[in-house]
């Protein structure tokens, strides 16, 4: 974590790997993480993508760009070939060493978190300032606060989210879908769990969940596959059919389409209760 | 009176697994509570009949190619049962009864692989070399079985590959009937061999001049375990070294006839198996270990323990 803000002071402040970026805007930006894709469209610097990952399907001018791979483990050769100026990855493990590789190559990578919305406004103030779009990444960061700062209305819905059915895993307090669930009014009873957790059928049904929160496949249509099953029948909320579905990206990760995230979850919890 | 004790801890192990539980279900609910009825007695009964076709697979597979570090996992059985099932899911054959039959199919051809490569020009296969080829077609079918799962952009493919090292968190009454349909009639043909397994731990040629019709044995014997590693995979996923420790615990207390052995060591998989559970159920509760973790975490020191005193002795 530390590394990370060395690295986003340092793009601020304009030595070591943010140099290049810093002083003269960013002309071809590859982004490999959705999350920044969306800001840099949204910044007006959609133009200056010349590579994204499989995963940046938004906005749909987005999809013209193309892909250097699924950013996962970030396929280096690819990255170079789009001759970038400037590279941004979300900071894990392989992206730092990748990132370190390309300041070797004297290619400018900045490592951005964005786990959570917060990370987003911090985000799209140092995208605003690499790409010379400094006001139009301070009000889009602003915008973005503005969001996490408005309570959700009424005493909140208990929820669980479940991210896989077998092993059972819910999602926990750490991520970007609780943040949104709390915003969208309800009361996820994982809070108290890490990011994503393995926990028995029985821990599930003794917190007793309202709806049950699950982010579908976007083919998928009803309710998940585990609703039937004799095993989840001691869940009163698999019992009483209350499912939410998310589906498509607009859920799966913090972006600046947050607001509209927000407005759609809390009609399927209200429809769902 | 040995029997005794084992079938009161059994019973006990069994107890335990349903009374403990990551939430607090207080005395007076536990005849009604739904949790009790429709998750922890079924996976307590699940986690017992698993652990113990792996302790009796264990037992026999230890028997018959004549090396103490025989167990399913080790011989490759786990690994080619767990590709199978993958496979079956993959081609969309993967129904709860047809997946056991699938593992089955994947068991037997992983233990055909080994046993070609135990050979190894010899009349006999070297009880050494099986080992060795075991781990080598266990690593291969997982490797396969990644591959699979990787390539397959569909989510119940991947379910599938979580479901493979997901233990016994989808246990069901309907998982403990699968069980409890497959599981006699290969049980019953090993404990009929105990006998010649007796004979046949003496070695091939001596097992021969003592009138056991060795051939046939070992066919029946390697199919017996193979769909007992099978179905135990089939509900619940690879789970390692149950069928490695627990044969040998028994030896000591049941003594080397197999007549004896073959029995505690099912009720001896059952018991381990059903309390590695409960460990990984309560020991980081509300989160869950996955149940291969916990009986790895016991098996491997006791396997290095083992392979000492073998190579040593």
Not at chain 2, 177 to 190: G, H, K, T
Request: with cysteine; glycine share 10%.
């Amino acid at each position: 974590m530390r590394i990370l803000l060395v690295l986003l002071a340092a793009c601020g402040t304009g030595d070591h790997g943010g140099r290049a970026a810093a002083t003269t805007p960013a002309h071809r930006i590859v982004s490999l993480s959705p999350a920044v894709t969306e800001l840099l469209f949204a910044l007006g610097a959609g133009d200056r993508v010349v590579g994204r990952t499989t995963w940046c399907d938004y906005p749909p001018a987005a999809q013209r760009v193309p892909t250097v791979g699924d950013g996962l483990a970030p396929d280096l050769e690819a990255v170079v070939a789009a001759r970038p100026d400037l590279v941004v990855l979300y900071p894990s493990a392989l992206n730092e060493a990748a990132a370190a590789k390309l300041r070797s190559l004297g290619i400018a990578a900045i490592l951005l978190p964005q786990d959570r919305l917060e990370d987003l406004a911090r985000a799209a103030q140092v995208l605003g300032r690499v790409t010379g779009r400094e006001p139009a990444g301070d009000s889009l960061a602003a915008a973005i606060a503005r969001v996490v700062a408005t309570p959700a209305p009424g005493p909140g819905i208990r929820a669980a989210l479940i991210a896989w059915d077998n092993p059972p895993m819910v999602i926990g307090g750490g991520s970007y879908l609780d943040q949104l669930a709390t915003l969208a009014g309800a009361r996820n009873v994982f809070h108290d769990l890490g990011s994503a957790d393995v926990v028995s059928l029985e821990t599930i049904a003794v917190r007793d969940p309202d709806v049950i929160v699950v982010l579908a496949d976007s083919g998928a249509t009803g309710p998940p596959a585990f609703a039937r099953r004799a095993s989840w029948q001691v869940i009163r909320a698999v019992r009483e059919r209350h499912f939410v579905t998310l589906r498509g990206s607009l859920f799966g990760r913090p972006s600046p389409r947050a607001p509209e995230a927000i407005a759609a979850f809390r009609r399927l919890l209200e429809a769902a209760r | 009176m040995k029997w005794l004790v084992l079938g009161l801890v059994a019973v006990a192990s069994l107890a335990l697994a349903v009374v403990l539980g990551p939430t607090h279900v207080p005395w007076s609910a536990l005849a009604s509570s739904d949790i009790i009825r429709s998750l922890r007695l079924p996976r307590a009964v699940l986690a017992f009949l698993v652990g113990g076709a792996l302790g009796l697979s264990g037992a026999s597979l230890q028997a018959l190619v004549r090396n103490p570090l025989a167990d399913p996992l080790l011989l490759g059985l786990s690994g080619g049962a767990g590709l199978g099932a993958v496979l079956a899911i993959a081609f969309h054959l993967g129904g709860v009864w047809a997946l056991p039959l699938a593992a089955f199919a994947g068991a037997l051809m992983a233990m055909a692989l080994v046993y070609r490569l135990g050979l190894a020009g010899d009349v006999e296969p070297d009880p050494r070399v099986l080992i060795l080829a075991g781990v080598a077609v266990g690593a291969f079918s997982g490797a396969l079985t990644t591959a699979i799962v990787s390539v397959a952009s569909a989510a119940e493919l991947r379910n599938a590959f979580l479901w493979l090292w997901g233990g016994l968190s989808g246990a069901s009454w309907d998982a403990v009937l699968v069980v409890a349909v497959y599981l006699p009639l290969p049980a019953l043909a090993l404990l009929a061999a105990a006998r010649p397994l007796d004979l046949l731990a003496l070695g091939e040629e001596p097992a021969r001049y003592l009138g056991a019709d060795v051939a046939p044995l070992k066919r029946r014997v390697f199919v017996a375990a193979s769909l007992l590693t099978a179905v135990a995979v089939a509900v619940s996923g690879v789970i390692g070294f149950v069928g490695l420790i627990v044969p040998h615990a028994m030896r000591r207390v049941f003594g080397h006839q197999h007549r004896a052995l073959l029995p505690a060591a099912f009720l001896g998989g059952g018991i381990l198996l059903v309390l590695a559970d409960t460990v990984a159920r309560v020991a980081i509760a509300p989160r869950e270990l996955p149940v291969g973790i916990v009986t790895a975490l016991i098996g491997v020191p006791l396997f290095a323990l083992l392979v000492r005193r073998w190579t040593t002795s």
